[in-house]
């Protein structure tokens, strides 16, 4: 079964980083899936927020993302970061990891808190 992990959210004031992991099944890695962070603020849908090929090196962010964040994947541990950077109060909200194609084995996320 296909399993997401995700860890390191936490309250940051704005300016400030965070680094969040997320350890997913072998499975992802073996079979070459792409791996990606969703952000989901309050009463929103979940948005696209980094998009890495695991492989390759391969990334994607949104235009509105660029610079901010930096996706990386250790391979060897079935693991991607998500260094965030410059946060500000719309970054809060739970953060999901997930591939393309989709897993419906959603992990339980990571809460990120941006407040003074």
């Not at 860890?7 to 079979?31: D, H, M, Y």
């Not at 509105?64 to 990386?72: G, L, Q, V």
């Not at 998500?82 to 990891?97: F, V």
């Given at each position: 079964?296909?399993?997401?992990?995700?860890?390191?959210?936490?309250?940051?004031?704005?300016?400030?980083?965070?680094?969040?992991?997320?350890?997913?099944s072998?499975?992802?890695?073996?079979?070459?899936?792409?791996?990606?962070?969703?952000?989901?603020?309050?009463?929103k849908?979940?948005?696209?927020?980094?998009?890495?090929?695991?492989?390759d090196?391969?990334?994607?962010?949104?235009?509105?993302?660029?610079?901010?964040?930096?996706?990386?994947?250790?391979?060897?541990?079935?693991?991607?970061?998500?260094?965030?950077?410059?946060?500000?109060?719309?970054?809060?909200?739970?953060?999901?990891?997930?591939?393309?194609?989709?897993?419906g084995?959603?992990?339980?996320?990571?809460?990120?808190?941006?407040?003074?």
């Amino acid at each position: 079964q296909v399993q997401f992990v995700e860890s390191g959210g936490g309250l940051v004031q704005p300016g400030g980083s965070l680094r969040l992991s997320c350890t997913a099944s072998e499975i992802i890695f073996s079979e070459r899936r792409h791996i990606v962070w969703y952000h989901q603020a309050p009463g929103k849908q979940r948005r696209l927020v980094a998009q890495i090929s695991p492989w390759d090196g391969n990334i994607y962010y949104p235009e509105y993302i660029k610079d901010r964040f930096i996706i990386t994947a250790d391979s060897d541990k079935n693991t991607v970061f998500l260094q965030m950077r410059n946060l500000n109060p719309d970054d809060s909200g739970m953060y999901y990891c997930n591939s393309i194609p989709l897993s419906g084995s959603w992990g339980q996320g990571t809460q990120v808190t941006v407040s003074s």
